[in-house]
Nanobody, 116 residues
Framework: VQLQASGGGLVQAGESLRLSCAAS????????MRWYRQAQGKQRDLVAG???????NYADFVKGRFTISRDNAKNTVYLQMNSLKPEDTAVYYC???????????WGQGTQVTVSS
């Protein structure tokens, strides 16, 4: 399984970006999908998750601003990020967790930079 994240970039505070993560292989529909982020010099934090049945959770620091969604027909998970803040600057990674095997897969990361 390969995960290809895209959509990062440089924006100003208050603007929006939409990240996409396309998965190859046939396990997408049986995977819990998550977005993590890692700022320079800091640990990797969970941002949002959507499980195989559609249940969603968000980290408190993005609630009300970010929206995660998935399209099983396209094997893609999205992260809509609105009202971006400089503290959202990080490399964003997508993660897929196979609900049967427990295997985890990571994408290569996409850089999001928010200027003030």
């Amino acid at each position: 399984v390969q995960l290809q994240a895209s959509g990062g970039g440089l924006v100003q505070a208050g603007e929006s970006l939409r990240l996409s993560c396309a998965a190859s292989g046939s396990i997408f529909s049986i995977s819990n999908m998550r977005w993590y982020r890692q700022a320079q010099g800091k640990q990797r934090d969970l941002v949002a998750g959507i499980n195989f049945s559609g249940t969603i959770n968000y980290a408190d620091f993005v609630k009300g601003r970010f929206t995660i969604s998935r399209d099983n027909a396209k094997n893609t998970v999205y992260l809509q990020m609105n009202s971006l803040k400089p503290e959202d600057t990080a490399v964003y990674y997508c993660n897929a967790g196979n609900i049967f095997s427990g295997q985890n897969y990571w994408g290569q990361g996409t850089q999001v930079t928010v200027s003030s």
